[in-house]
């Protein structure tokens, strides 16, 4: 099992470099949405579904999903180093090379945090991005809402599947609602407070 998940996720890193799920017409723009964070779980696999079945111009792009890639690249490629520093330093700067080239030509950062494990670089992501102006999307479950507080004030959303990720991309991209998360229980603000400002 362990195995076929490393698979899944060389194959989707293959793919997403190949601009993975890129659909437009000649004359609409082709959103850059860039996917940061976890790579455990099939979050990215789910957006990417979401955007191909809505038939949305958004173009995807990731960080090396292989952890063991992503480890072990510099080493590959330099030279295997004696210090376990000195074997992360070249490995990072290596990816930092792909994260900070595809992050700043993104339209949208969707920054992805999971419960298991403490990813320092989805956070690190996520205040570059921040930084450079990009419009930014988190996306955890609710239990860690809290820790995350301070990286949810500067997103323009927080999400909690990625179902609602790539409603929100359909919504910003073509004005697109689903149906309302709150079903029958929703109500519009207008008939709940009135039209206009409700405010003497």
């Known amino acids: 099992m362990f195995l076929s998940s490393v698979v899944s996720k060389r194959a989707f890193f293959r793919a997403s470099s ?4 890129s659909f437009s017409s000649s004359s609409e723009k082709v959103w850059k949405v860039y ?11 789910v957006i990417a579904n979401g955007i191909s079945e809505k ?7 990731s960080p090396n999903t292989s952890h063991e890639d992503s480890d072990d690249c510099g080493a590959i490629i330099l030279g295997m180093q004696e210090e376990r520093p000195n074997w992360d330093k070249i490995g990072a700067n290596m990816n930092a090379i792909r994260t900070k080239t595809l992050l700043s030509e993104a339209d949208v950062v969707v920054v992805r945090f999971g419960e298991k494990y403490r990813q320092w670089n989805a956070a690190f992501d ?3 991005a921040s930084a450079l102006g990009k419009p930014l999307i988190t996306l955890h479950p609710p239990s860690i809402s809290h820790m995350l507080k301070e990286v949810n004030a500067g997103a323009n959303a927080v999400c909690e599947d990625p179902e609602q990720v790539v409603d929100t991309l359909a ?20 008939d709940r407070l009135g039209k206009g400002n409700p405010n003497p």
């Open 55 to 61: 038939k949305l111009p958004v173009s995807i792009t």
């Open 18 to 21: 190949a601009s993975l799920r």
């Open 171 to 190: 919504y910003v991209i073509r004005g697109d609602l689903p149906t309302p998360r709150d079903g029958d229980a929703f109500v519009p603000i207008a």
């Open 35 to 45: 996917l940061s964070g976890e790579i455990h779980s099939d979050w990215r696999e």
């Open 126 to 128: 996520a205040g570059y």
